[in-house]
């Protein structure tokens, strides 16, 4: 093999070439390797958002796990359940009940921060339930504006800042 191989351009060494050989299984060797599953991937951004919906809305190559996964946690029901009572209770502008709520969401763990945020300015939460207005677009601004900020490696001065923020705004050159 060195000789065909040297005809046909190879200039390296028959130390190399054999190094490099070695390291390929033989034909009669079978592959050690396990053989592949083909298991869904669920991370972890993925998994929150399908338990923060209903069942019904589900996709159906989803449902069987997420049925067998809430099955067999009682942890992850008993936060699927709070989760959905909490956003029918922001749909409906609900605040009554929300005290329950707390209480029943203290019995998980990883929820203790959430609900300690909640009950510290507990009137604003109550009175963002009750008010019609939202302050979703103002914070939409501010993550946009962040990201560009972060985009540019901290060469955001404030006059270069203002022209990338303002920029995809105006419809003629600024002056």
Known sequence: MFEQIST??????????????????????KSTLPPTQ??????????????????????????PFLTHLLNQNESIGLVHQLNLRF?????????DGLIEWCADAEQIPFLNGFVKGIRRDFD????????EWSNGQTEGQVNRLKTIKRTMYGKAKFDLLRLRVLT???????K
């Open 8 to 29: 046909l351009g190879y200039n390296g060494s028959y130390t190399i070439l054999a190094a490099f050989l070695s390291n390929y299984p033989r034909p009669f060797q």
């Open 87 to 95: 956003k029918r209770k922001m749909r409906a502008r609900q605040a």
């Open 38 to 63: 083909n298991k869904p991937n669920y991370p972890s951004r993925k998994l929150t958002r399908l338990l923060s919906q209903q069942a019904v809305d589900w996709p159906e190559a989803d449902k």
């Open 168 to 174: 995809p705004n105006w419809t003629d050159h600024p």
């Open 124 to 131: 604003a939460v109550k009175e963002a339930f009750r008010s």
